[in-house]
């Protein structure tokens, strides 16, 4: 389909995202507007220690108006390779440096709206190196057993979309790989 942008415009300069409202000419003839949130980009880590536990996060979100037991992540800085943000964000976060990440894959976060684009880590091998915590980041580690994971995603447990996307990308990696 092809679609052509008549207009653009920046409507907002945020601290975490801008937005971006573009007028298109539709292939027939149609004309639209999309109100877009434009992001660098993010990482989120499955970090597995050699007990089987995931590393996960409970912090308070105040968009969704509580706690949400996530998966370590954060936005890409200015140059930064995904690799190096995963790398930065494990020692953050769970105050551990991963000795292996691989890349999963990625996904767009809500294309209808945003161009951010998530890429996914395993992080095994995990060693003591903390970095300071963002300002203002709260956060209360949680390890869970790989096994019970399931249950908590089934129950209610875990209602974040990128962890349970990212749990589910591990799970398909380890079950291929090992």
């Given at each position: 389909?092809?679609?052509?942008?008549r207009?653009?415009?920046?409507?907002?300069?945020?601290?975490?995202?801008?937005?971006?409202?573009?007028?298109?000419?539709?292939?027939?003839?149609?004309?639209?507007?999309?109100?877009?949130?434009?992001?660098?980009?993010?990482?989120?880590?499955?970090?597995?220690?050699?007990?089987?536990?995931?590393?996960?996060?409970?912090?308070?979100?105040?968009?969704?108006?509580?706690?949400?037991?996530?998966?370590?992540?954060?936005?890409?800085?200015?140059?930064?390779?995904?690799?190096?943000?995963?790398?930065?964000?494990s020692?953050?976060?769970?105050?551990?440096?991963?000795?292996?990440?691989?890349h999963?894959?990625?996904?767009?976060?809500?294309?209808?709206?945003?161009?951010?684009?998530?890429?996914?880590?395993?992080?095994?091998?995990?060693?003591?190196?903390?970095?300071?915590?963002?300002?203002?980041?709260?956060?209360?580690?949680?390890?869970?057993?790989?096994?019970?994971?399931?249950?908590?995603?089934?129950?209610?447990?875990?209602?974040?979309?990128?962890?349970?996307a990212?749990?589910?990308?591990?799970?398909?990696?380890?079950?291929?790989?090992?």
């Amino acid at each position: 389909m092809d679609y052509k942008v008549r207009e653009s415009r920046r409507a907002f300069d945020g601290k975490a995202f801008n937005v971006r409202v573009d007028l298109l000419d539709g292939p027939a003839g149609t004309a639209s507007r999309v109100d877009i949130v434009e992001h660098p980009g993010a990482i989120a880590l499955i970090p597995i220690d050699e007990q089987d536990r995931v590393w996960l996060v409970r912090q308070y979100r105040h968009p969704a108006g509580e706690e949400l037991l996530e998966l370590p992540a954060g936005t890409l800085e200015p140059g930064e390779s995904a690799e190096a943000c995963a790398a930065r964000e494990s020692r953050e976060e769970i105050g551990m440096a991963p000795g292996e990440l691989t890349h999963l894959g990625g996904t767009f976060l809500a294309p209808g709206y945003s161009t951010e684009f998530l890429h996914f880590f395993l992080a095994r091998g995990l060693i003591p190196a903390p970095l300071p915590p963002d300002p203002g980041e709260v956060l209360q580690l949680e390890k869970i057993p790989w096994e019970k994971l399931w249950d908590l995603i089934a129950n209610g447990g875990i209602r974040d979309a990128k962890t349970i996307a990212g749990l589910t990308l591990a799970r398909l990696w380890l079950e291929n790989t090992e």
